[in-house]
């Protein structure tokens, strides 16, 4: 920390990087790691289990000392506090911000507004314990005395991402005579599909939504409730349906008994849900004691993030790269690449956490920003991703900062294939970073007795740059506890370029005019329904799906 970093206002700090910034842009990663044998050492360090190298990225230590001073001066450590003691900081919809309270230990005190918010938690808590025994032994059952088999959580948004994405990340530890299934889109094939094979009797629907108002989730919950009804009885809908939502009077007005829906609270964002009873079907799918693991796992990396000092503060080492690249090297997007295909829907699960987090103009005032803010996220699990784009992140014209993620441990005994994964991933960040010179070509070329002409007009073909950065997550093994330390991990980098930016990271109005006005066009899609004042290319749509229906 400099002098009196915490003294300095954030525009001084920022000029101080953008000074910074003319030396810095200059570098090669490939000669900082030829000068400096202990590079890895110094830029790389483990936290709450997972191990972060961070020495592929075009950084030195004043590059961290400038931007952890930038974070001071943003009044990082004071913010983080504000958020943990349960303080309104989503100021446009005067809530707290309280998913880190959902992972506390049974016998922490979380006390907002003189009350213990913990009890709460943790008596929803002990009923999703007894419901998602119930559904793994077989004595909660359907209508026809059958055990329940198939769960279908219908949800869209942050109350499908994290259900679908934990339950696939950890398959392994998923009962085996479960399936688990998400419906999230408005759209009859996705509903065809999921419902598909499914017999009404072992089926349960798990209705997840935190304001049970959302258009795709209601309708959706009503297609399945008449799917239902064909064979099933009103009175044994209680046996087939349950609700997740803050919304009790919702819930009732759809027919689902309130002693069937696990409630969870206004403080809880949508895309930091899944540690709420949004993560009904991961405890059903997982137990209730692996699913309390992945709530530790999180806390540990909750523990971390308020503890450590910013030059070791893993989710501040990732959130400040991340902004030192959008705001200074300009990149536009972030390639997410897990390396590891239980994680494959990670990236789309980053994708709502940051986008619909950071994607944002004004800062906490309403004043414009005059920086960028969320880039693009994206991506897939490796090593499929090399195979259709990693061409552009070798050869093409952007630099895109990846974030690989992989495992040393497998949940498989497919040794070669392991070993391959690995050496995929660390080829990959060591192939961005070093690249290949047209002198390296010449001379492979020259070995391989190609003719001159071959040589000369393939150069600048097979040269590669390089230069481009990454960092490397290192989980020794894909469990709930590593899961869950990743997810906070991401949650509260989030957070902090929320700071960095003066963002509310926590409402999503953005979402809202599209909502609106599909609803306008809904009824205008009737056949017989006037047709209000559009663009051209609206209304010709619109007339177009009239005259097709
Ligand atoms: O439209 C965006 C959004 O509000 C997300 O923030 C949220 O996760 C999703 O919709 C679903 O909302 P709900 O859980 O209320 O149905």
């Known amino acids: 920390m400099s002098k009196h970093s915490q003294d300095t206002s954030p525009a001084d700090q920022l000029s101080a990087l953008a000074t910074h910034y003319e030396q810095a842009q200059h570098w090669q990663l490939s000669t900082l790691f030829d000068s400096d044998s202990k590079r890895f050492d110094r830029f790389s360090f483990e936290a709450a289990g997972l191990f972060l190298d961070f020495s592929k990225n075009h950084i030195n230590d004043q590059t961290i000392s400038l931007l952890t001073d930038w974070a001071r001066a943003c009044q990082l450590e004071e913010q983080r506090d504000a958020m943990f003691r349960g303080e309104a900081i989503n100021t446009t919809e005067g809530r707290a911000v309280l998913h880190t309270a959902l992972r506390l230990p049974s016998n922490a005190k979380c006390i907002v507004d003189g009350k213990d918010i913990n009890q709460d938690i943790q008596s929803v808590l002990a009923r999703i314990d007894t419901f998602s025994a119930a559904i793994r032994s077989g004595s909660w059952q359907g ?38 299934h998400f419906l999230s889109n408005v759209d009859g094939h996705d509903i065809d599909a999921k419902l598909n094979g499914l017999q009404p009797e072992t089926t349960l629907f798990i209705i997840a939504s935190k304001t049970f108002t959302t258009q795709e989730t209601m309708l959706n919950a009503h297609a399945a409730r008449d799917w239902f009804l064909q064979n099933g009885s009103l009175s044994s809908l ?11 009077k919702a819930v009732a007005a759809f027919g689902i008994d309130t002693n069937n829906m696990f409630p969870f609270w206004d403080w809880v964002g949508g895309r930091y849900s899944i540690w709420s009873a949004i993560g009904l079907p991961l405890a059903i799918a997982i137990g ?18 308020q503890q450590a000092p910013l030059e070791r503060n893993m989710p501040v080492i990732l959130a400040l790269i991340a902004t030192w690249y959008r705001q200074f090297f300009q990149t536009s997007s972030q390639l997410i690449a897990p390396y590891h295909q239980d994680l494959q829907l990670f990236p789309t699960y980053l994708q709502q956490l940051e986008m619909e987090s950071n994607g944002k103009r004004v800062t906490r005032d309403g004043k414009a920003i005059n920086s960028p803010t969320a880039p693009i996220i994206w991506g897939s699990a490796g090593t499929n991703g090399q195979h259709a784009y990693f061409q552009l992140l070798h050869q093409g014209t952007d630099a895109i900062p990846v974030d690989f993620i992989t495992a040393l441990k497998p949940s498989h005994t497919h040794h070669q294939q392991h070993q391959a994964l690995l050496a995929n991933c660390f080829a990959q960040s060591e192939a961005l970073m070093r690249g290949k010179s047209e002198e390296e070509v010449r001379i492979d070329m020259q070995a391989q007795q190609q003719p001159e002409e071959k040589i000369s007009a393939l150069l600048a073909h097979k040269h590669f740059a390089g230069n481009r950065p990454s960092n490397t997550l290192l989980l020794e093994k894909l469990t ?29 109005w953005g979402v809202e005019l599209g909502k609106i006005l599909a609803n306008r066009i809904l009824s205008e899609l009737e056949p017989q329904a006037e047709i209000g004042k559009h663009d051209s290319s609206t209304s010709g749509l619109i007339a177009k799906a009239r005259q097709a229906s």
Not at 157 to 180: I, N, Y
Not at 238 to 248: D, G, I, K, L
Not at 288 to 305: C, I, N, S, V, Y
């Open 238 to 248: 209680a046996q087939h349906f349950v609700a997740v939502s803050t919304n009790a």
């Open 288 to 305: 209730m004691q692996h699913f309390r693991e992945f709530l530790a796992g999180a806390h540990a990396m909750d523990k971390h993030f």
């Open 480 to 508: 709930p506890t590593s899961l869950g330390a990743l997810i906070a991990l991401y949650e509260h980098k989030v957070f902090v370029q929320g700071v960095l930016w003066d963002i509310n990271s926590f409402d999503q």
């Open 143 to 180: 209508y026809s005395g059958k055990r329940i088999t198939d769960i279908v959580n219908i949800g869209i948004g942050g109350s499908d991402l994290g259900p679908a994405m934990t339950c696939a990340a950890l398959r392994p530890f998923v009962q085996t005579d479960l399936r688990f």
